[in-house]
């Protein structure tokens, strides 16, 4: 049995859809392409598809909100950064 699940590239990064894939089970076979604006992704694992599928949404969302979560943490990671090599720089 396959599966064919579709992602928007405006709401998904690649980055977002590879890290999901990799960590899924290592008995789940997929394969990855891509379109102009789509990513697909082609569940191939016989009676367990639908519990791959069920696993890989869940991960497509957590690496989504870890995605947001860097995105909007950015700045303030490169300020504590700096600070600290400040105060090691001036021996601190």
Not at 5 to 20: H, P, T
Not at 29 to 36: G, K, N, R, Y
Not at 66 to 80: G, Y
């Amino acid at each position: 049995m396959q599966r064919k699940i579709i992602f928007l590239k405006l709401g998904y990064s690649e980055e977002v859809i590879r890290k999901s894939l990799y960590w899924l089970p290592e008995g789940c076979h997929w394969e990855f392409s891509d379109t102009s604006d789509e990513w697909c992704v082609t569940m191939c694992s016989g009676d367990r598809v639908e519990s791959y599928v069920s696993d890989l949404n869940r991960r497509i969302n957590d690496f989504k909100l870890r995605e947001i979560l860097d995105k909007k943490t950015k700045n303030l990671r490169v300020r504590l950064i700096q600070s600290a090599l400040s105060r090691v720089a001036d021996g601190s």
